[in-house]
């Protein structure tokens, strides 16, 4: 029997693991890779959703243009409350 993955050597990442790393709240990532919206690839296999390592490392270096024009900046959190005005 084989020893899982390291974490830091599998090349595919949760979408709790790409929230983490992108500042944002999970329920807004799985809401983005719902609707087709979030910017890096997401591969489903089941109900599992699965997202690149290298894609996710090329979104935060800003060395992509993902669709819709997002870019790093607009995955920064939101100052204030969840609608962006200030608290």
């Known amino acids: 029997m084989s020893d899982p993955i390291a ?8 979408i709790q693991e790409f929230a983490a790393a992108a500042g944002i709240h999970p329920k ?6 719902r609707t087709g919206s979030l910017p890096v690839p997401v591969i489903r296999i089941g109900r599992k959703l699965l997202i690149p ?3 996710i490392e090329q ?5 992509v243009d993902p669709p819709g024009g997002a870019t790093p ?15």
């Open 7 to 14: 974490p830091e050597r599998r090349r595919t990442r949760t």
């Open 28 to 33: 807004t990532a799985y809401e983005l890779a």
């Open 53 to 55: 390592a290298d894609a």
């Open 59 to 63: 979104l935060l270096v800003g060395n």
């Open 73 to 87: 900046d607009d995955l920064a959190p939101v100052e204030g409350g969840p609608d962006g005005r200030a608290a």
